[in-house]
Every structure is written in C-alpha cells, then in structure tokens.
C-alpha cells in the first residue's frame, strides 16, 4: 500500500502521480481515493496527468481487442475561453441596447411624454 | 415696479370695461357662429403636408369631438370653448388608446388613458395639438400634428350646428359636432290595444318645471305631468369623456298630483318610439327628436 500521508496532501505532484497509477490499477483503498479525488479537484496539473493516464489505457486497450473501452473526450472549451464569450456576449448587448434607445427610444418613458400636448402658435 | 403697478391698474380697468360696459350679446349672443378649423399635417421633405381637413361649426356652445386612429393608436378629443373677452379658452378631453405588446396568445394589448388640457389663445390664433406627446424636438420626426384655428363670426342666428371633413382614404379621421340640447320636441300617444289617442306634439325645455297635458283615449281622459330631466351620467369612462350620450334626454312622466313618478322613459332625440306601461292599464308611446330651427 502506498503512503498517503507521505506522499498525500503535504506531498510533491509525483507522489500524486503514483498514486494516481495505483488509482487506475485499483490499488487504492476508499480513504486513499477520497484523499485523491480531493486532491484532483483542487490541482489541475494532476487532473490533467489522469486523463492522460486514461486514455493511454483506453489506447492500450483497443490495441489489445477491447472494442468498448472508450473515453470520455476532455472539454474543449476552457474557463478562460467560456469567460472570454460571456464577456463579449454581454458587451455586443449592451452596445445594441444602447444603440437601439439612441436610435428608437426607450420601452415605456414617462406617462406624461405620450399625452397630448397643445401650444398655442 | 411703477410700470409693474401701472400695467395692473390698466388691466383691472380693461377687465371692469370687460365685464360692466361691454354687452355681453355682442361677444357672445345668439347671433355668433363658433367654427372649429382642422389641418391634420405631417412632415415631409419639402413642408409640412396637409392629410386631412376639416370644421365643425355651430351656436358657441358647441362642441367638437376629433377621432383619429392608426393601426397603434387611437386618439378621441372632445374639444368645448368658453369664451372670455378677447380670448377663448379651449379644453379638451382627451382619451387615447395605444397599442403597447401582444399578449402570448398573439392579441394586441392596449393601454388606455383619460386625461384633460386647457390653453387660452386669441380668436383666429392657431394652436397645434400633437396628439403622441410634446412636440419633437428634432425636425427628422415623422409625428403629425393638428393644427385648431378657433373663428367666430357675427350670424343672424343661423346656429345649426354643420360639420365639413376631408380627408385621404388611408387615415381614419372624423369630426362630429357635438351638441347638448337644450329642448326636445316630445310626440305623446295613449295606447291600448288597437286604440291610439292622437298625438300630442310639444316642445319641452330641460329642467323646466313640469307640464300638465291631457290624452283623450275613446272618452275617457287621461291626465300626466311631463317634464325633460338631465340622464343619469354615462358609466362608460369613454362615454362620459366624449359625452357620447350628449343627445339623450329623458321624460319624467308623473301623475297630475305630483306624487311618485309613473316612470322615466331615456332616449335620444331620434325620433324613435319609446313605450311606458301605466298603472291604468293604457300604454303611453313617447317619440324624442330634436325640436325645428328657431
């Protein structure tokens, strides 16, 4: 069995990596994949490492004659990018709202503006 | 502050001028004709273009209700006068319906509003009535606008009221005189069966007190007292607004002693028959109509 300790929380990306190998060989116990998954969700690095870590499997796998091993594809969409979108989304809607009340004015106004008014010439 | 002071005593002068010595039959006796002028105008490249045109004339308590509808707005005006001097000051009661979304259902939902404005001017100034709000403010706005000239001229009594429109075809635009009668010529028969009493014609004047007339059935005599009373008030807010029930009178019929009224029969001056059952077992028919020029 593998340190956890050790090599866990306070450990290096390596000591995370080995466990990450004897995650996958389903080494761990249900602590050390607790203390793992807890780890995965903070470090990207090692995230990433695992998926690699998977699909090198799945890749072994079909070579082998495992026509169902599959996995699931990574996102391609990062944070980053998503952010980017939203940004430029609420600012080319900010500019056609702004545009379209310069342009055509605003819903309602006051009650006062659509009444009549009568001015003697 | 003398000019100020003098300027005030001037007007005080002209006012008492006005009010004592001044004969009020000049200004505003039965031999004046008001008249109620209208341009409809819209912007265009070149000038303003006239849409639509017309006048509404008549003794000065006349009255001149303006309908005009678009496919998003519908603007009605009851326009009265009351003369002052010199000046005239100019009401209206406006109610306007607009257009504003679509339900989900896909029916168009209105907004409606009642509201009143009130201008002095000068007879023959022209005042311009921008029916959609205050007037533009930037000369690419393609609001219309009505233009109201306000005349009166000195008639022989000729005061029936007249009404003249033109208009384009693709603007729904009316103008109607409006005019509360101040008499009704009252056609009165006694019923009953297949008998009719003969008609008892007469002009009654509104709030006048109550008059005695006499039916004659077969041989039997019947006694009422009739007089013209004012209608209870319109319900409808458009009604009461655009005094839509302006011709409607009604007939308070009575017996002679002057105890309970037998009922009261409401009309308007169409000259149609209306009907009221009395205790006697006779019917009485009741014709309202506007009563001849005078």
């Known amino acids: 069995m593998t340190d956890v300790t050790g090599g866990g929380a306070g450990g290096t990306h390596e000591s995370w990596l080995v466990q990450i190998d004897a995650e996958l060989d389903g080494e761990l116990s249900l602590v050390e994949r607790a203390a793992l998954a807890k780890h995965l969700a903070t470090c990207s690095h090692c995230a990433g490492a695992r998926a690699s870590q998977l699909e090198v499997r799945v890749a072994l796998a079909r070579s082998a004659g495992n026509p169902h ?40 106004g006051s009650l006062e503006d659509t009444r009549a008014a009568i001015v003697v010439q | 502050m003398q000019l100020s002071s003098f300027s005030s005593a001037l007007a005080a002068f002209a006012a008492l001028f006005l009010g004592f010595f001044l004969p009020t039959t000049l200004l505003q006796g039965p031999g004046t004709r008001l008249t109620y002028r209208i341009r409809i105008m819209e912007p265009a490249a070149t000038g303003p273009r006239m849409l639509a045109s017309g006048s509404v004339s ?69 005042a311009r009535v921008y029916p959609f709000g205050s007037p533009p403010r930037s000369s690419a706005s393609r609001a219309s606008w009505i233009e109201l000239v306000l005349e009166r001229d000195f008639t022989g009594g000729e005061t029936r009221p007249a009404e003249e429109q033109l208009a384009d075809s693709l603007h729904d635009f009316r103008l109607e005189a409006v005019v509360r009668p101040r008499r009704a010529r009252v056609t ?78 409401c009309g308007r001056l169409t000259n149609v028959a209306r009907r009221l059952p009395l205790p006697t077992g006779d019917t009485l028919v009741a014709t309202l109509a506007w009563p001849g020029p005078r």
């Open chain 2, 58 to 126: 008549g003794s000065l308590d006349t009255e001149m209700r303006l309908t005009l509808r678009s496919d998003s707005a519908e603007i009605e005006a009851l326009f009265q006068v009351a003369p002052v001097g010199d000046t005239v000051n100019l009401g209206a009661e406006f109610f306007t319906r607009r257009r504003v979304a679509r339900s989900r259902r896909g029916l168009a939902l209105w907004e409606q509003d009642t509201y009143r404005r009130l201008v002095r001017l000068t007879w023959s100034d022209t």
């Open chain 2, 188 to 265: 009165l028969n006694l019923v009953r069966g297949d008998t009719v009493s003969g008609p008892r014609p007469m002009d009654l004047v509104r709030e006048e007190p109550a008059r005695l007339v006499q039916l004659v059935l077969g041989r039997r005599v019947t006694t009422l007292e009739v007089s013209l009373v004012r209608p209870a008030p319109a319900r409808s807010v458009r009604d009461r607004v655009l005094a839509l029930d302006a011709d409607v009178v009604c007939l308070r019929v009575a017996p002679p002693d002057g105890s309970r009224p037998v009922g009261v029969l």
């Open chain 1, 69 to 108: 091993a599959f996995v699931v594809p990574r996102p391609t969409i990062r944070a980053g990018t998503l952010a980017l979108w939203v940004a430029v989304a609420l600012g080319s809607g900010l500019l056609a709202g702004w545009l379209a009340y310069s342009r055509w004015g605003g819903p309602g």
